[in-house]
């Protein structure tokens, strides 16, 4: 094996189908943090341009929505294999 060669198990995807990706999981994740905000505590829901909880929690749901999405992403390529 050549230095700095790994072998890769999943097609190559395109840049434009990773940012696809993550513009999919971060509306996503916002629709839902947003749509359960009214109903957290009030030190869970973010207020407007302020560094709070509930940015940070917006931000965990996102990431586990980009998560599932590249686990299902997965899961398609090897069922096509």
Known sequence: ML???MPTTLPKRS????LGETFFAV???????FWVAPYL?????HELF???????LDFLVCAGV???V????RQL????K
Not at 15 to 18: I, N, R, Y
Not at 41 to 45: A, F, M
């Open 50 to 56: 302020h560094p709070d909880a509930g940015l940070l």
């Open 15 to 18: 840049v434009l189908s990773g």
């Open 41 to 45: 505590p009030r030190e869970l829901q």
């Open 70 to 73: 590249r686990l299902v992403r």
């Open 77 to 80: 390529a090897s069922r096509g």
């Open 27 to 33: 509306v996503l994740g916002n629709i839902i943090y």
């Open 3 to 5: 230095l700095g060669s």
């Open 66 to 68: 980009f998560g599932l």
